[in-house]
Nanobody, 113 residues
Framework: QVQFAESGGGSVQAGGSLRLSCVVT???????IAWYRQAPEKQREWVVS???????YYSDSAKGRFTISRDNAKNTVFLEMNSLKPEDTAVYYC????????WGQGTQVAVSS
C-alpha cells in the first residue's frame, strides 16, 4: 500500500522560506504527485503537482513563490516555499495527482506576520 511521509514544516516569519519533503513508499515512484494544504477551519486544497516526467502545475497562490521538484532515485518530492505569507499557514500533505492513497499525517507550516 502506498504511504506518504511529509516533513520539513516549521514556524517562520512572513517572507521566510521552508523546504518540505515527501517520501513515497509502497509503490513504484512513477506517478504524478501533488502537495495539498489544509488551513484551520478550511477545506483541504490543492497547491501544486508534478508529473512523472517533471512537468509542473501550480495554483495561483503558489505561482512565483513555490517550487516543486522530485528525486525519483529517492522516491521523494520536495516543495520549496519562499516569500511565505500568513495565509500560507496550514498543514501540508502530499498525495497522488489524479489518483489517491491514504493521507499521511502532514507537516505543519506556521507563518507569523
Amino acid at each position: 500500500q502506498v504511504q506518504f511521509a511529509e516533513s520539513g514544516g516549521g514556524s517562520v516569519q512572513a517572507g521566510g522560506s521552508l523546504r518540505l519533503s515527501c517520501v513515497v513508499t509502497g509503490s513504484t515512484f512513477d506517478k504524478p504527485i501533488a502537495w495539498y494544504r489544509q488551513a484551520p477551519e478550511k477545506q483541504r486544497e490543492w497547491v501544486v503537482s508534478i508529473g512523472s516526467g517533471g512537468y509542473t502545475y501550480y495554483s495561483d497562490s503558489a505561482k512565483g513563490r513555490f517550487t516543486i521538484s522530485r528525486d525519483n532515485a529517492k522516491n521523494t518530492v520536495f516543495l520549496e516555499m519562499n516569500s511565505l505569507k500568513p495565509e500560507d499557514t496550514a498543514v501540508y500533505y502530499c498525495n497522488g495527482a489524479g489518483w489517491a492513497a491514504p493521507w499521511g499525517q502532514g507537516t505543519q507550516v506556521a507563518v507569523s506576520s
